[in-house]
């Protein structure tokens, strides 16, 4: 019981992150919302007792159901759209009569409308900006409660070429402040001059004075290493400084480190920045800043660096989504995605095509990670018919200006890209267009490159390329033409912002493996040269035809320096543009990782490029028809040579020639045991078996973690293994799985990683798919146990306990 108080008062007190002067509340709990317009719940005595009680985030597509009929087509996933309304009814603290109050949204998609107390704060149509509302005017100081209500509407379609969800999608907060206050997204940290011994830090601190009295202040920075020792402080004077004392006004001062510790992909040392507003001797706001040190560089002949070493981008492109759950930003499951990344030695990241959550830039600085921080697909010109193009006239400018101001002072950005295959590449508009939005991201930020990623290779013809604008040319695709890249554009830096697009499910194989598909074949349309069942081969063999295997791009780039990195399209499956079938398939093939969060086999091909890790991976999996001919791959390394044996006889070994990243055997199959074996000089590093396997017999369950936090919010990603009565995996076995949970968690989704299932994602059923399936259980805001049951008819149910604390 005494424990219990504890948890209590820790989540009370840790929901306001609160000094005095500054107190910053979680305002995603306990929200009301309706499916469906009506357009007087924005009045504040509106009865919404009906409405659905929820906690943000939400959104709402992930929760229905698969239809064909839904206008935002298979290539939004074939969910549903339309309009919704949020409505929260608050106390504010007793200090709020004297403070500024405001609402900050990390993001609504889309054309999200807010009123507080039936007052009409504005619309914003961009459905991944971050965007806030000084609502201290509308604040009713009579009333005990105040009201806040939001429209979204999501109901013009087609407005995407992928999955977008609907609803307040992102985290929402209060911030509440004294009248002088530093800025919404205030400060901005540059170290311009770094060395072993000394880093010189640039501290930009944007005051917002509404008190309209003017008086002797100044700001003090202290900066704290990631021990919490503090380092170094800075100081400014606000007296008499332009500007001052009423409105907002920027003050420039510098503070010095010694010895820095310098943040890289290895070792993402952060350093905090603690500015403190200091007027007439009294602190009126803090305010914290997470930065780190490092210095890279784009270099013509020699590609990329970082803090003086040369390295490759070896990148991925993501979209926004978390498989079954959708668009709704969860913490842990963003930390699961960059993980399994991670492992795989990728170390950049593309934000394709617009701002991520803050969340997730704070995820990329902890772990590690480069990434390319995208603004737009579409400018002037639309790629769907209700797409951007509508709002790009009235918002571009506001919308840049601010995903550069909230994102700038993070470490892991180290690119801004102003669109992805925008179509005024192909017309002169594109260039006053191209300096525009350069500029715009010049005036807040010279410490990056600007790239776009453009399509078009000839360079008469590209006019984004023409404007001569951008820092770094970023190519989607057209890997044919990198290793003339420095001949066919003198002088230009080299960025692979796209590349790939391979397909593969996972777990299926398509015989023989060295017949390379292109999808579509000419004069065909992508679906005709598919498999029934909606499947492509994971042997890396298959690709749009714009694209190009794994292996293809990769042995492009890993052979000249000049070639800074690519993004490989993409690093997970995502929910949406399901090439290359038409429904009922609703979610990509693109993936190196699967929806579900499955590796699929070339996972282990860059594994074994990417990393130092010893890799030995067999495929495929061991149950054929006696006498067909497979052919089996392994890839490896750390090694010299593989040697393969099917049921103990050898069958010989194979040893990759220099920018081989495979080796392959022919073998007439048979039931039993294939063996692998990697050897370094003579000696064996590593071993990989496959046996032929029995039919289903029970269920393997495999949590992530068994102990999770007690935040409503925390996840463990159960998966299930269907597998023979000796524990190997049943290669096609699609059982149905049906999840029970009793305790301090609830199902927050099941996925297969199959891109045609039409079983809902937050069903409490689901099929395995090429022996696999996974369960998300949440856990709930108290401490206690979890029991999960799991059940597939035929065989014995399993039950597993988890724990929240
Ligand atoms: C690219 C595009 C991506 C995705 C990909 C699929 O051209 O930038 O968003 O559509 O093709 O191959």
Known sequence: MKRFFYILVFALLSSYIASAQRTVIDFNNNWKFWLGDTSIAKEPGYSDNDWRALNLPHDWSIEGEFSEKNPGTPNQAALPTGIGWYRKTFTLPATAAHQNVSIEFDGVYRNSEVWVNGHYLGKRPNGYISFGYDITQYIDSGAAQQVIAVKVDNSLQPNSRWYTGSGIYRSVRLVLTNKIAIDQWGTFITTPNISSSIAMVHIQSTINNNSGQLGHGSLNTYIYDASGKLVSKGYASLHGAPGWPTGKAAYTYTAAINKPILWSVENPYLYKAVTRVLVNGKVVDEYATQFGIRYFDFDVQKGFSLNGKPMKILGVCMHHDLGALGAAVNVRAMERQLQILKDMGCNAIRTSHNPPAPEWLDLCDKMGFLVMDEAFDMWHKKKNKFDYNIDFDQWHKQDLEDQVKRDRNHPSVIIWSIGNEIREQFDSTGIPLTKELVSIVKALDTTRPVTSALTETDTTKNFIYQANALDLMGMNYNQQLYPDFLQKYPGKKFLATETMSALASRGHYDLPADSMRFW????????????PDYTVSAYDNVAAYWGSTHEQTWRIIKQYEFLSGLFV?????????PVPYPWPARSSYYGIIDLAGFPKDA????????????VLHLL?????QSGREVDVWAYYNNADEVELYLNNRSLGIRKKQPLDFHVQWRVKYEPGTLKAVSRKNGKIVSTK??????????LEIVPDKRILHADGKDLSFITVRIVDKNGNLVPAADNKITIEIVGMGALAGMDNGYPASMESFKAASHKAYNGLCLAIIQSKAAAGSIQVKFTSPGLPPVNIVLQTQ
């Open 520 to 531: 579509p074949l000419k004069g065909q349309k992508f679906v005709e040269n598919g498999n």
């Open 569 to 577: 399209w993409s690093g997970f499956d995502f929910l949406g543009e």
């Open 603 to 614: 996972y282990y091909m860059y594994q074994s490029e990417w990393t130092s890790k010893t």
């Open 620 to 624: 495929p999996h061991w149950n054929w």
């Open 689 to 698: 078996t496959i046996n032929t396997t029995g039919e289903p017999a029970k």
